[in-house]
């Protein structure tokens, strides 16, 4: 029985009823995808006999997708593991075809069962032009298990909390790592150990344990690294004004958006300030994300905290941390983190502003130590940068004293 192809899509988009289906259906609706996109012929391909997985294998690598990695990396994806392991001939030649492009190379790797594992591995040292093999931590540490493996990997991570030191140089053992990848930005081992080694240092002394049975005990954590941030970290602003003039080499303009100006040159651009904020949150097991937008191609974040999202823009409020004056631009909702617009990022929605009384003790709490000789010092600094203004030195101790006991600063 011949099916039409209005109901043969009925298949899928109701891909379970295929295992319903007898074997000459199966054949139908199999042939049909192989017509169709490559999403919905793995969708399909799960679904069908591990006998008709490799009698439709030699049929697929005739058809003109079998020079498509991004076909050939799905379709060994969706194939069961028990026919990789039945035509591991056939699926050595699928990971060359896929070794062109090397983005697809890691999913193939994943989801390769440990038996074949090591033919791949073996074929894949024998490539040539195979060059900065992307991979997570964790599957580099499955290859040195396996072999020593001289082809230059790429170490590709979400962000540091996925790397140490201590397991980056393991890795090295055995392995040449080229590069650590993070988002868009490459990074040398021996950089990417400098910027690893400034997130221990700027998280040093923070108790993790503290507060454990608050309720807003991330909280607590978020608004010490922040403070901490904030006085580590400055704005490039002769950098903006090169770039405006056309007088930034690419060098400068990339290392002021990515963790070596965060973390090393401690001075960078918003995106160098977003990225870093992202990275070091990561370390202390709290889910930051970045957001872009704005005409003027702004970077700020996005950060969970206590199950709840709030919007932050430390890069608005670096003055005002460092100045101990009320942030402006920290754990605010959606509705009130304004002259901000998210373009080409998925946002996470934030429905709760934190008040600016209960902001600062998360703050300044727990850093913000007063002593009379804090405050003498706060008085003296103010009268050199504005002799004569006594008024405003006056005001400039009311604020310390207020934000050390959580209140409202006078303006």
Request: aromatic content about 8%; some cysteine; overall charge negative.
């Given at each position: 029985?011949?099916?039409?192809?209005?109901?043969?899509?009925?298949?899928?988009?109701?891909?379970?009823?295929?295992?319903?289906?007898?074997?000459?259906?199966?054949?139908?609706?199999?042939?049909?995808?192989?017509d169709e996109?490559?999403?919905?012929?793995e969708?399909?391909?799960?679904?069908?006999?591990e006998?008709?997985?490799?009698?439709?294998?030699?049929?697929?690598?005739?058809?003109?997708?079998?020079?498509?990695p991004?076909?050939?990396?799905?379709l060994?994806?969706?194939?069961?593991?028990?026919?990789?392991?039945?035509?591991?001939?056939?699926?050595?030649?699928?990971?060359?075809?896929?070794?062109?492009?090397?983005?697809y190379?890691?999913?193939?790797?994943e989801?390769?069962?440990?038996?074949?594992l090591?033919?791949?591995?073996f074929?894949?040292?024998?490539?040539?032009?195979?060059?900065?093999?992307?991979l997570?931590p964790?599957?580099?540490?499955?290859?040195?298990?396996?072999?020593?493996?001289?082809?230059p990997?790429?170490?590709?991570i979400?962000?540091?909390?996925?790397l140490?030191?201590?397991q980056?140089?393991?890795?090295?053992?055995?392995?040449?790592?080229?590069?650590?990848?993070?988002?868009?930005?490459?990074?040398?081992p021996?950089?990417?150990?400098?910027c690893?080694?400034?997130?221990?240092?700027?998280?040093?002394?923070?108790?993790?344990?503290?507060?454990?049975?608050?309720?807003?005990?991330?909280?607590?954590?978020?608004?010490?690294?922040?403070?901490?941030?904030?006085?580590?970290?400055?704005?490039?602003?002769?950098?903006?004004?090169?770039?405006?003039?056309g007088?930034?080499?690419?060098?400068?303009?990339e290392?002021?958006?990515?963790?070596i100006?965060?973390?090393?040159?401690?001075?960078c651009?918003?995106?160098?300030?977003?990225?870093?904020?992202?990275?070091?949150?990561?370390?202390?097991?709290?889910?930051?994300?970045?957001?872009?937008?704005?005409?003027?191609?702004?970077?700020?974040?996005?950060?969970?905290?206590?199950g709840?999202w709030?919007n932050?823009?430390?890069t608005?409020?670096?003055?005002?941390?460092?100045?101990?004056?009320?942030?402006?631009?920290?754990?605010?909702?959606?509705?009130?983190?304004?002259?901000?617009?998210?373009?080409?990022?998925?946002?996470?929605?934030?429905?709760?502003?934190?008040?600016?009384?209960?902001?600062?003790?998360?703050?300044?709490?727990?850093?913000?130590q007063?002593?009379?000789?804090?405050?003498?010092?706060?008085?003296?600094?103010?009268?050199?940068?504005?002799?004569?203004?006594?008024?405003?030195?006056?005001?400039?101790?009311?604020?310390?004293?207020s934000?050390?006991?959580g209140?409202?600063?006078?303006k």
């Amino acid at each position: 029985m011949n099916l039409s192809k209005d109901k043969i899509k009925h298949f899928f988009n109701n891909p379970n009823l295929i295992m319903l289906a007898d074997e000459e259906l199966q054949r139908q609706i199999l042939e049909a995808a192989l017509d169709e996109d490559i999403s919905i012929l793995e969708c399909i391909w799960k679904r069908i006999p591990e006998e008709l997985q490799t009698e439709y294998l030699v049929i697929i690598t005739t058809l003109p997708q079998y020079d498509d990695p991004f076909f050939m990396s799905s379709l060994w994806c969706a194939t069961r593991r028990q026919v990789q392991e039945a035509n591991p001939e056939l699926f050595l030649e699928i990971v060359s075809q896929i070794s062109e492009d090397n983005d697809y190379l890691e999913t193939v790797m994943e989801n390769t069962s440990e038996s074949l594992l090591e033919s791949v591995i073996f074929s894949l040292l024998q490539m040539q032009n195979l060059q900065n093999l992307p991979l997570s931590p964790s599957l580099a540490k499955k290859i040195i298990d396996i072999t020593n493996c001289e082809i230059p990997i790429v170490l590709t991570i979400q962000d540091a909390s996925e790397l140490s030191i201590s397991q980056l140089e393991y890795l090295e053992t055995s392995l040449k790592i080229s590069s650590v990848k993070i988002e868009n930005s490459i990074y040398d081992p021996n950089i990417y150990k400098i910027c690893r080694a400034k997130i221990s240092e700027i998280l040093e002394a923070i108790d993790l344990q503290a507060n454990q049975g608050n309720p807003n005990r991330e909280k607590y954590i978020f608004g010490e690294v922040i403070n901490r941030l904030a006085n580590y970290l400055c704005y490039n602003y002769e950098l903006e004004e090169k770039e405006k003039k056309g007088e930034a080499n690419n060098t400068e303009i990339e290392n002021a958006r990515n963790l070596i100006g965060g973390l090393i040159n401690k001075s960078c651009v918003c995106v160098g300030i977003a990225e870093t904020v992202r990275n070091v949150l990561a370390c202390i097991g709290i889910e930051c994300i970045n957001i872009g937008g704005n005409k003027d191609v702004h970077m700020w974040n996005q950060v969970k905290l206590d199950g709840e999202w709030f919007n932050i823009d430390l890069t608005w409020d670096l003055k005002r941390i460092i100045n101990l004056e009320p942030p402006q631009h920290l754990l605010k909702s959606d509705n009130d983190f304004r002259g901000h617009t998210a373009a080409f990022y998925e946002t996470k929605e934030c429905n709760r502003t934190i008040p600016i009384s209960e902001l600062i003790q998360y703050i300044f709490n727990r850093q913000f130590q007063i002593s009379p000789e804090h405050i003498a010092n706060l008085g003296k600094n103010f009268c050199i940068q504005q002799p004569g203004n006594l008024q405003q030195g006056v005001l400039k101790v009311q604020n310390a004293l207020s934000m050390y006991k959580g209140e409202v600063p006078e303006k």
